[in-house]
């Protein structure tokens, strides 16, 4: 069951300093009267409890910086928390749990693990998070702080599971290529592992992607394999379009007449010419065509 936070409202320190000082003067005064006058049993014991009272609420005052808390606690009781910065006056029973609201950086350790494909690959990320119910994180979570750090390590290995490195498929998600779908389900899943805790998270991103050092060169081989036959794809469709292009033009003004023969020549010119990875080298005809 979670552990609901109740925020409660304290005296000012402000107000209650000069009550407890006018107390204290007073009870100096006291005791300097009495013992002018002689001393009796009855007043040290009274005179000294009362003083016990001074001291023990001068220990009510705290103080709140802006985005801290202070979660109090009475004989093993939560009493609820204090989230208003200033000078605080409370209950001097109360044993305060100081926690900050600030938003928080957790650079994650970077960690081995394997895609969706099987394929070993490095992983670390950044997560943004802040508390936003002491009372959860104070005390249904053992150290909320180490709870999250591991929980960011489970979500990175589940997500990496749940995607592949890189895809040369439109519209199929990755690692490497999709890195906000990645983000929002990275942020989704930790927000649904940290709930306990009393923890939002703001922002969660890779810092760190690579393939592991054992297959980093056979995969670099064959990224630079899989854009080579892209790239040779883009340009074999472009010159096909192109020589397309160019009989249809012939063909339509009648500049030239080509039987099957030499129409398949002239194909396989222009396509040598605008396919090859280097410049062509013309050769001028000077006799006839049918030559």
Not at 11 to 39: C, Q, R
Not at 58 to 80: H, K, S
Not at 184 to 209: C, M, N, P
Request: net charge negative; hydrophobic share 45%; proline share 3%.
């Amino acid at each position: 069951m979670l552990t609901h936070e109740n925020e409660i409202k304290t005296i000012s320190g402000w107000a209650m300093l000069p009550l407890l000082i006018g107390a204290g003067v007073g009870l100096t005064y006291w005791f300097v009267e009495i013992i002018a006058t002689g001393p009796t049993a009855t007043f040290i014991i009274v005179w000294t409890l009362a003083m016990i009272i001074w001291a023990t609420m001068l220990c009510g005052f705290f103080t709140l910086q802006p985005n801290m808390a202070a979660v109090l606690i009475l004989f093993g009781r939560y009493a609820g928390t204090v989230k208003t910065s200033g000078f605080h006056w409370a209950n001097p029973f109360f044993s305060k749990s100081r926690v900050s609201l600030r938003a928080r950086n957790l650079n994650a350790d970077r960690i081995k693990v394997n895609d969706s494909r099987g394929n070993p690959i490095e992983l670390a990320a950044v997560i943004v998070w802040r508390v936003t119910n002491t009372a959860q994180a104070v005390f249904d979570v053992d150290e909320f702080v180490h709870y999250v750090t591991i929980q960011c390590e489970s979500a990175l290995r589940h997500l990496a599971s749940a995607y592949p490195y890189d895809t040369t498929e439109d519209g199929q998600l990755s690692l490497r290529g999709s890195m906000d779908e990645v983000s929002a389900t990275l942020t989704k899943e930790l927000q649904d592992r940290v709930h306990l805790a009393g923890v939002r998270i703001d922002d969660a991103r890779l810092s760190h992607l690579a393939y592991a050092p054992e297959i980093a060169h056979a995969m670099l081989q064959r990224q630079q394999a899989e854009a080579i036959v892209a790239a040779r794809t883009r340009i074999v469709d472009g010159a096909v379009g192109m020589v397309e292009m160019a009989l249809e033009r012939l063909d339509r003004n009648s500049t030239v007449k080509l039987d099957e023969e030499r129409r398949a020549a002239m194909v396989s010119n222009l396509l040598v010419v605008l396919c090859g990875d280097r410049a062509a080298q013309p050769v001028v005809n000077t006799g006839t065509l049918y030559a």
